[in-house]
């Protein structure tokens, strides 16, 4: 059986409803996304602050201690347990985080929307990722992820500002989708999911609604994925370590319409969506 | 004469051209903005590294010491050296940072696109800003800055996933306008602008494409600005702080539209404008 430790089930509420008064004078009530701090303890000890939406805290903490390579494996962790009273979640592992001082002393800022922080050494693991070079993804399949996340219910069409991040199976089958204050957390917390279910990265496509920054990049290389999908648009520096770790990104995804940016030989052309994709224009 | 630091003047190139493939499988180069590590070292003591566009990496780095409260005073810099050959940035001090060990030492990690991490204490200091009770913004003005933004060059126009801030006067005068792949480089940019022209913001006006999260709204309180103008949304911390500042928040600004969020008081509407609103229904 699955190793899994203890969980709270601490999903907070996810909207909450302000007045406004439009440029007529007109007052109404809209629904904002919550954001509220989290402080990550790990065995008692101060580690970090998150603010996110709240959905899925538990997810969340521990993505993000696997992407901050703070915690090698899941069997390291005995429980997280969310506490919204105190904003605080409470981490125990079964042996401590060996030279947590000085592995979380280096910081670096990034350009990604929410969780900016990423302690240092990432790009250093960047020429040590392989992606499975033979992953294909089918332009059909590219089309139905889109389709999928156009029709998804989300926190973003009532509230908006929130960024979503989906993990897809090769064939287009939605397996996540998690939306956040913070596309990174949103990241995370996929990553975490991905660690409770044991998912492998390499046969899956990621989405994000967010740009293509060089952390989103590492971060979906280091989950191993060799597809990720965005709405938006991509920076110099994911492009860069894209090309460095041969993941395809594609770009500008929208009804029909993508870019195709790096590892081109991965996309599977099908000429007959071609027809379709020109009725669009 | 006012006090400036010796600063080097290294903007950055700010697009990279890029070859994609579309959906049809055609080949075409386009510009995405360029991302670049830029570590500043604080009286060679290594600080943080920020992704940057890298426009105007001087008053990004001013700035980021200034909202983190690293330094309290223009006058405490002697100089401020970018060198793009090392991605580096040479911070000198007159006096140094106290205890900067301890303050650099807590970490949260924000919702904000960028720079992510602020070092703690900030919402400690809400409760200290007193923001001018009489500023007041006229709809007509709102409207203004709307239209300069709109018509702006810009290299969101260009290559898209940047961020743009602008501080425009009380009647609305563009007197910065800066853009980054981190919106949050873009305001701590514009903070170094107005440390180094020895700029107050009680009367000025704050405008960004990004969202309103509770980590901008704090930066606007910490500038002194009392009115933060979007085209985006905000998020509940972000209206929670502007609500105990006393800020407007002016969202999802565009065209003759907006939705004033709190400090109500602060806005004059302008009747004969409501029926050019109308019209535009």
């Known amino acids: 059986m699955r190793y899994r430790p203890l ?26 996304p919550a954001e509220r701090p989290l402080t990550v303890y790990v ?52 042996n401590g985080i060996a030279d947590v001082e000085q592995r979380t002393s280096k910081k670096v800022v990034t350009t990604g929307c929410g969780q900016g922080s990423v302690f ?3 790009m250093d693991e ?68 991905m660690w409770l279910d044991d998912m492998r990265g390499a046969d899956k496509v990621f989405y994000t609604t967010g740009r293509l920054t060089s952390e989103m990049v590492i971060k979906g290389a280091q989950m191993g994925i060799p597809f990720l999908l965005s709405r938006s648009g991509t920076t110099q520096m994911g492009h860069m370590v894209a090309e460095r770790v041969g993941m395809s990104l594609l770009a500008r995804c929208t009804g029909k319409h993508f870019l195709l940016l790096t590892a081109h030989h991965r996309l599977e052309f099908e000429p007959h969506l071609l027809d379709a994709a020109l009725k669009q224009v």
């Open 7 to 32: 969980l709270s089930e601490a999903s907070a509420s996810f909207t909450h409803d302000v007045e406004v008064v439009d440029e007529r004078g007109r007052r109404s009530t809209i629904a904002i």
């Open 43 to 94: 065995d008692k000890r101060e580690l970090v602050t998150l603010m996110t939406l709240g959905g899925s805290p538990e997810a969340l903490t521990l993505g993000y201690l696997r992407n901050q390579r703070l915690v090698g494996t899941i069997e390291d962790i005995a429980s997280v347990q969310v506490d919204w009273a105190v904003d605080a979640v409470a981490v125990t592992t079964h």
């Open 120 to 122: 240092g050494g990432l």
């Open 126 to 193: 960047v020429d040590q990722i392989s992606l499975p070079p033979d992953a294909r993804l089918c332009q059909s399949t590219v089309y139905k992820i889109v389709e999928t996340i156009r029709t998804q219910q989300s926190i973003y069409k009532q509230a908006g500002s929130v960024h979503g991040c989906a993990l897809f199976s090769g064939d287009g089958e939605l397996l996540y989708f998690i939306e956040d204050v913070g596309r990174h957390n949103a990241v995370d917390a996929i990553a975490g999911k």
